[in-house]
């Protein structure tokens, strides 16, 4: 049974200086951490439905890409997420197949988007091994 999902988005400042990089005025604009984009509740959605995980926690990091040049002229706020996924499914799965599966999960927010995932998929006895 479900048991645990974390979503969060980070609040961003005025102006974000990282590595000699200053943000655009786009980015007083990102989605807050009180806030859940269109994107990230469909993707939560299906991540749930499909998988049943146990610990689901989605961080929306559109805001620190934002300076990238790939990024130029986009306006959309929803490009970048990590995604941490626990579920039994992926018990005897190798790391290919599970993203495979997530990735083919959440093809439609690619297509009409998001730019890059960033992805941890793990089985609930391979986190309780690590502790």
Do not use: C, W
Request: proline share 3%; charged share 25%; aromatic share 6%.
């Amino acid at each position: 049974m479900f048991r645990n999902v974390i979503t969060k988005t980070f609040p961003i400042q005025q102006t974000i200086v990282r590595r000699g990089y200053t943000s655009t005025p786009f980015l007083k604009d990102f989605i807050t951490s009180e806030q859940k984009g269109p994107v990230e509740t469909s993707m939560e959605s299906k991540l749930i439905e499909e998988f049943n995980p146990s610990t689901l926690h989605i961080v929306n990091e559109s805001h620190m890409h934002a300076h990238h040049a790939a990024m130029e002229g986009n306006t959309n706020k929803e490009t970048h997420f990590r995604i941490t996924l626990v579920t039994e499914q992926f018990d005897g799965k190798s790391l290919m197949q599970r993203h495979r599966a997530v990735y083919k999960l959440l093809q439609q927010e690619i297509d009409e988007g998001v730019h890059a995932l960033t992805l941890r998929t793990k089985t609930q006895a391979e986190i309780e091994k690590k502790v």
